[in-house]
T-cell receptor, first 115, second 112 residues
Framework: DTGVSQDPRHKITKRGQNVTFRCDPI?????LYWYRQTLGQGPEFLTYFQNEAQLEKSRLLSDRFSAERPKGSFSTLEIQRTEQGDSAMYLC?????????????FGPGTRLTVT | GEDVEQSLFLSVREGDSSVINCTYT??????LYWYKQEPGAGLQLLTYIFSNMDMKQDQRLTVLLNKKDKHLSLRIADTQTGDSAIYFC????????????WGLGTSLAVNP
């Protein structure tokens, strides 16, 4: 397994358009997290899945954002009616519940630019 | 409340040791992590420490935890130019889905 992958790596979109990002976690990992990172900041938690269940959503996640993990494997994050303030790096991480230090392994991120 | 603080910049000479410091506020934190982020790259997990430990060493990396003062440090021995990056401290809160609470990151510059 080559680690967590994310697609696309870069996305430029016009304000008002919808975008969808995909994350493929490490295959045996049952936990999946989405974070958002803006320039000069640390990542901010967005949402968390254990298997296919979405167990927590941050207050940062407005109703324009939706995330799914339909079969407990890959996940998608959709942003509807994008705004310029959505421009950020969207990071996905996965971990294995109960293993060691609950370490989260990150993908390379999807950089979103809203023009 | 949940808050993680780090100094923003550190500059060292190649071959010297680097010490990056972090403070956290949540006393229920059970795991604390150090991640490295190079320009344009993702977050690389360097090491982590469980809150009942005082120290953890992994090759050139030494993590020290002072639970009383809620202070965490990362020491990089024999710092190399390839260590130039942003280093993030993060805490994982017990019973809180293990989501990570992050500092702003410390930008380490290694000068030849």
């Amino acid at each position: 397994d080559t680690g967590v992958s994310q697609d696309p790596r870069h996305k430029i979109t016009k304000r008002g358009q919808n975008v969808t990002f995909r994350c493929d976690p490490i295959s045996e990992h049952n936990r999946l997290y989405w974070y958002r990172q803006t320039l000069g900041q640390g990542p901010e938690f967005l949402t968390y899945f254990q298997n296919e269940a979405q167990l927590e959503k941050s207050r940062l996640l407005s109703d324009r954002f939706s995330a799914e993990r339909p079969k407990g494997s890959f996940s998608t994050l959709e942003i509807q009616r994008t705004e310029q303030g959505d421009s950020a790096m969207y990071l996905c991480a996965s971990s294995l519940a109960g293993a060691g230090g609950y370490e989260q392994y990150f993908g390379p991120g999807t950089r979103l630019t809203v023009t | 409340g949940e808050d993680v603080e780090q100094s923003l910049f550190l500059s060292v000479r190649e071959g010297d040791s680097s010490v990056i410091n972090c403070t956290y506020t949540d006393s229920s934190s059970t795991y604390l992590y150090w991640y490295k982020q190079e320009p344009g790259a993702g977050l690389q997990l360097l090491t982590y420490i469980f809150s009942n430990m005082d120290m953890k060493q992994d090759q050139r990396l030494t993590v020290l935890l002072n639970k009383k003062d809620k202070h965490l440090s990362l020491r990089i021995a024999d710092t190399q130019t390839g260590d130039s990056a942003i280093y993030f401290c993060a805490e994982s809160i017990a019973g809180n889905n293990r989501k990570l609470i992050w500092g702003l990151g410390t930008s380490l510059a290694v000068n030849p």
